[in-house]
């Protein structure tokens, strides 16, 4: 059974940085997706990042973080990161890591995906 957790959100000021990382299980990396998403208070959930395949390198960025945030993977930890630097009031959200098992390009729809982590609240105060 596939299983997503995250951890690294927390509080930061405006212009600072945050690594959140989503440990899994139970997956393969093949030909398959893994993402961010995020939803803030009265808003909808809105994909922020996602990458395909095993190397990963196939991404896809929201405009809104394009430039200031980075997704990666660790494969030897079963591990997927998003590295968010020059944080803005506006990124606050509860942010949550999403995969799928097969897919075809580094998709930002959360219809697109079967598994989801818990979430980890990120808190940027200006």
């Known amino acids: 059974q596939v299983h997503l957790v995250e951890s690294g959100g927390g509080s930061v000021q405006a212009g600072g940085s945050l690594r959140l990382s989503c440990d899994v299980s139970g997956y393969t990396y093949g030909s398959s997706c893994r993402a961010w998403f995020r939803q803030a208070p009265g808003k909808e959930r809105e994909g922020v990042a996602a990458?395909?395949?095993?190397?990963?390198?196939?991404?896809a960025y929201a405009d809104s973080v394009k430039g200031r945030f980075t997704i990666s993977q660790d494969d030897a930890k079963n591990t997927f990161y998003l590295q968010m630097n020059s944080l803005k009031s506006e990124d606050t959200a509860m942010y949550y890591c999403?995969?799928?098992?097969?897919?075809?390009?580094?998709?930002?729809?959360?219809?697109?995906?079967?598994?989801w982590g818990q979430g980890t609240q990120v808190t940027v105060s200006s």
């Open positions: 999403a995969a799928n098992e097969l897919c075809s390009w580094p998709s930002l729809e959360d219809v697109k995906y079967d598994y």
């Open positions: 990458m395909y395949g095993a190397g990963g390198l196939d991404t």
